[in-house]
């Protein structure tokens, strides 16, 4: 598939206090300029209320190239922090969207953006995405993936896929896309398999961990969804239409030009205000909405840098408040837990506690 289908697919500013809290620093000693990017790394002591938090911090300069980092360069896999790290060769790290990690293919839950290529939709939460011109944007990104496909005999029906790239669950009736992203597998067996190279069905067969063509993808139907492969006949001309809107249907054309993005939430700031509503967003895990966690988030600053941050244990209202604290403008949060990890300055700042699925990578000279 052309890679033009696809396409459809943080000077630091200090708040003021944080309810009765205030901002403050560590030692000089703490502070540890990084590579000569302009990457920055700073341990920061943030009060909220009565209680005092360390936030390690990584502030990259507007622009640095940015890329989701894949755990062995697929979706679905996982890998060592440090060895994804190494392996695209970043200067600056965080994990990124929240996975499955708890039993059952470790697949994303969020979206993610990388080489102008959705490699995965999310459903709820918020995305950060990149721009070409190094601008970051903040908003409940939702992606549709829809299409017409034609018969041989010039008849054109309506498709849709509401998953991509994830295994489904079993007994589901759904319709998944598969692209390169997830491997040369489809990685199961089940439903009915759909393969379209170069805009064109060259397979409609029962799925038997279906391969998946560079130039193309793999459509799996499942259940009752089954019945939609039928429109598939081989040699159908086919038509792939990526979209992105808000929660209210509303088009996102901005996020068209975004070359690299990681979807999670809840939203931390907005505009510079605490925006919390984990619940609106589609979260219901007390884990987000309640409970105190070690947390990892991401913030568009005040002149358009980046600001990666990671902190020991913190509920989600405090995690905003000190985003705020920091200075953020805009503000998410992303994995947490044992997910929690954080690379700047040549060292780890955070170490995660599991292998992870996805990550952000920042640097000169990625290795993308």
Partial sequence: MSKHHW??????????????????????????AAQTSGIKTETKKVKVGKKSFTVQTVRIPKGTPVTVGLAKRQVGSTEDFASIVKGYRAEAAINGAFFEAYGGPPDPYGTLIAGEEVMHKGGNGTTIGFKKDGTAIMDELRISITGTVVSPEGKSRGWYATFMNRVPLAGSSTSIMFT??????????????????????????VNANASIPKNGYVLVFTGTEKSS?????????????LSYKNPQGELLPEWEDVVAAVGAGPRLVKDSKVALNAAAEGF?????????????????????????????????????????????????????????????????????????????????????
């Fill in 229 to 241: 492969a039928e429109r598939f006949a081989v040699g159908s001309e086919v038509e792939l239409k």
């Fill in 7 to 32: 396409r459809k697919w943080l000077s630091m500013v200090l708040a003021g206090s944080v309810l009765a809290g205030v901002l403050t620093f560590s030692g000089g000693s703490a502070a540890a």
């Fill in 180 to 205: 390169p992203a997830r491997g040369s597998k489809v990685g199961f067996s089940g439903g009915l398999a759909v393969t379209v190279e170069d805009g064109r069905v060259v397979g409609n067969e």
């Fill in 284 to 368: 219901h895990d007390a884990k987000i909405l309640t409970s105190s966690a070690a947390r990892s988030g991401i913030a568009i600053m005040q002149d358009g840098s980046i600001m990666l941050a990671t902190v020991p244990g913190a509920t989600m209202k405090q995690w905003a408040e000190i985003m705020k604290a920091l200075g953020a403008k805009q503000a998410m949060n992303l994995d947490g837990g044992a997910s929690s990890a954080l690379y700047g300055g040549g060292k780890m700042l955070t170490t995660a506690g599991r292998h992870l699925s996805n990550i952000l990578v920042f640097g000169a000279n990625l290795n993308k």
